[in-house]
């Protein structure tokens, strides 16, 4: 069953332009210089009940337009949508009563009361009836381990704490679909393990279709087996994450400083870099910008530490330092290579 | 606007409608507990509302002082004429704080929560923020009220005249509230709209505290029948001190009032809605 069905969305925006100077301010409010802003372009996307996707992409690539036009806050240009069997411009309301939305960075719970003072609240908002709202509620109590903090004000509240709680208010009516946006931005590591852990029996559980808008690379790896990347307000991918992975991602760096005057001695290829020893396996060299070398390897290739050891015994090393994948490098490489993969 | 079909339809819509208001005034009491933790704060500033409101009764004491009458009224109906606008008012004060508030609403990126919720966006906002210190308002306006048939001692109440005044209040609130709502949507056009709202609402307060009949023509209709105010403010007041009401309008038009407020109550909802779907197009 679809729960998400998506074909050719777009959404245009008119910006008025400010003209420059004193007179072009003036000139602006009689005849403003409309600019046609495309946030979102031909977007295509179909997700089944019950999965867990990964949403992904560079700041102002059209990730939180898409959310807000499949939330029915936002009226697209033009496209065909179906959310939860609803059409979300003419049915909000129904809608809204069938998903959960969670901002990382701001809170639906009222800010000087009680959490269970909001929770009891969003009863009443969603007519939840009594006893599903019992067994919701115990439920969803043990789960995310709400009693510590269940009668203390949301404003005083840790971010992790108040996590926990907007997943409760977002979870109370028992939505079929849930959308979390930037869930574990600025926890720290241990809370961060815990959300993890709570979204995936909240997945595997209840069986809540999740779609998961993140920044962070290690959400998606753990969380999604599935994976959209949005840049520019298109699709970019669309499929498992285990083939981004192999291609684009996993690779860890290493950024070595070497002797400069050492690294000239060394035969040069066509491409200009220097020829190294051959490199452990699964270790590439990457990129060159002398004397600075970075090099690409697997995580389960080689430990961190014994390919500085295998450098350093075969070139003076000046400089170490390591480089995770930034998702924008992965984007930008599929960019480059104008990969625009869907897996059905 | 749904056309009621049938039965029920019809029954449909007025449960909705009942259970609309249920979640107001629940939503208005949590307001009511988070403002409640404050306690010495809420007596205050109750005391001082009720202060700042007398001092603006005064002011009609002060005209008084030099002249006996304002066209045809003495010193004792306009007090009376004050204190019916000031109750009214207050209560749309209190009950409207979340139209007030709207514009930071809006800034604050809040009303896409709103729209994310299965639940009418007015209801929601209209309970966004609760006002009780504007009781100070409707103390003194009680208060005025007494003061002001200490100055009539020819005035008699009676029980259509009792039933006039509470209608009168009431219609008076709803239109109020309605302009309160007409200034919120404009915020769905304009960023911060907030000082002409106040001329609307504080403004056509003032005004309608004063008998119509010193305005112009103009003024008088519009007050009548474009912003229909004086349906809870002169027209009341005009039946319980058996004055004529201009353009030979009936003086029993009091018992109107409802009706006149509910539709234009109506009217300031369907603007709302396109501002709404305004929001909903740009984004903003």
Redesign the interface.
Known sequence: MNMIEVSGLGKT??VAKRRPGLLGGLRSIVDPEIKRVEAVHDLSLNIEAGEMIGLIGPNGAGKS?TI?ML?????PSKGHMRVAGFDP?RQ???L??R?G?V?GQ?T?L?W??PLI?SLR?LR????VPEERFAANFAQLRSMLALDEFIETPVRQLSLGQRMRGDLAAALLHDPALLYLDEPTIGLDVVAKARIREILQQINAERGVTVLLTTHDMDDIEMLCPRMVIIDHGRKLYDGAVEAIRERFGGDRALVATLDAAELAKLPHDARGWPMLDTLPDGVTLAQVEEPRLWLGFKRDAIPAHELVAWLGARYRLHDVTFQEPEIEDVIRRIYEQNLLLSVA | MAIIADKATYRRTIDNVL?DIR?YF??IW?QI??QG?YKADMFVNIGTYFLTTSLEFAAVFLYFANFSTLLGWNVGEVAMLYAVTSIGFGFSEMFGAGLDIFPDTIRL??F??V??????ALIQIASSDFRLRRLGRITQGIVALFIATAFLPAFHWTLLKVAAMCIGIASGTILFLSVWLLGATMCFWTVEPTELVNILTYGGRDMLSYPLNIYNQVMQRIFLFVVPLAFGTFVPVSYMLEKSLPFGLPNNLVFASPAVAIAFFLAARAIWQFGV?RY????S
């Open positions: 925006f008119r337009t807000k939330t029915g806050i936002l009226v411009v909000r309301r129904e809204a009563q998903i939305v901002f701001r639906q009222w000087d009361l003072d609240l009443h908002l969603y007519r | 259970s979640l629940r939503l949590m507990r988070s933790q990126g809040e896409d929560r729209l994310l919720r299965p639940v009418s779907r909903q197009s740009t984004g």
